[in-house]
């Protein structure tokens, strides 16, 4: 059973919009949470991380918001450019796990011009 | 070189060969990771090193052995692989701060494996 859903495989935006990408988790032991984007023959890039004990955390363009009595994490850009397409992937650990992330299926975002 | 770099970039083995995927990192990490990615699947990870210690088997088949001789390095031996093993694989590195604490992990290209 998968932890990590990513339940959008794919996502379209007109360039200068928002990017809303939603991912949820049902592991309650999650307590570190991060953003990955990853172009074609190219491993994935961190983005942006937060940590349970907060519920937003903004950087540049990019805002990550959690909510942890949905277990609903999401990833704001704006505005979005055409150079953010790619697929992003949602990620989540737990402390004492040897820092094992446990990665969604991601949501291939297109901006589109 | 900078961050994290793996070589080959491509691989294609026949199910007899041995062969050997290596990865570096530049970062001053102390947390090694070897992952799994097949179409339409999460990252799967296969194996963790921190300090160089292995910390991390996750039920990952014999024919995939992992090697990490200093923090710097890591290198995933391959032998008597089957064809559903190719995939991409991929090499991260984090750091570990202590208390259970990981930083983010960095990942390298990958190396894409095929077994013919």
């Known amino acids: 059973d998968q932890q990590v859903k990513q339940n959008s495989p794919s996502l379209s935006v007109q360039e200068g919009r928002i990017s809303i990408l939603n991912c949820d988790y049902t592991?309650?032991?999650?307590?570190?949470f991060l953003w990955y984007k990853k172009y074609p023959a190219e491993g994935p890039t961190f983005l942006i991380s937060?940590?349970?004990?907060?519920d937003k955390n903004e950087d540049g363009r990019f805002t990550v918001f959690l909510n942890k009595s949905a277990k609903h994490l999401s990833l704001h850009i704006v505005p979005s450019q055409p150079g953010d397409s790619a697929v992003y992937f949602c990620?989540?650990?737990?402390?004492?796990?040897?820092?094992?992330?446990?990665f969604g299926k991601g949501t291939k975002l297109s901006v589109k011009p | 070189e900078t961050g994290v770099t793996q070589t080959p970039r491509h691989l294609v083995m026949g199910m007899t060969n041995k062969k050997s995927l290596k990865c570096e990192q530049h970062?001053?990490?102390?947390?090694m990771y070897w992952y799994k990615q097949s179409a339409k699947k999460p990252l799967e990870l296969m194996f963790v090193?921190?300090?160089?210690?292995?910390?991390e088997n996750n039920s990952v088949p014999s024919r995939f052995s992992p090697e990490c001789p200093n923090s710097s390095h890591l290198f995933l031996h391959l032998h008597t692989l089957q064809p559903e093993d190719s995939a991409l694989y991929l090499c991260?590195?984090?750091?570990?701060?202590?208390?259970?604490?990981?930083?983010?992990?960095?990942f390298g290209p990958g190396t894409r494996l095929t077994v013919l």
């Open positions: 991260a590195s984090s750091r570990y701060t202590g208390q259970g604490f990981y930083n983010e992990q960095f």
């Open positions: 592991n309650s032991m999650f307590d570190y």
């Open positions: 937060i940590s349970s004990i907060k």
């Open positions: 990620a989540a650990s737990a402390r004492g796990s040897q820092g094992n992330l446990i």
């Open positions: 970062l001053g990490h102390n947390a």
């Open positions: 090193y921190s300090l160089e210690e292995r910390v």
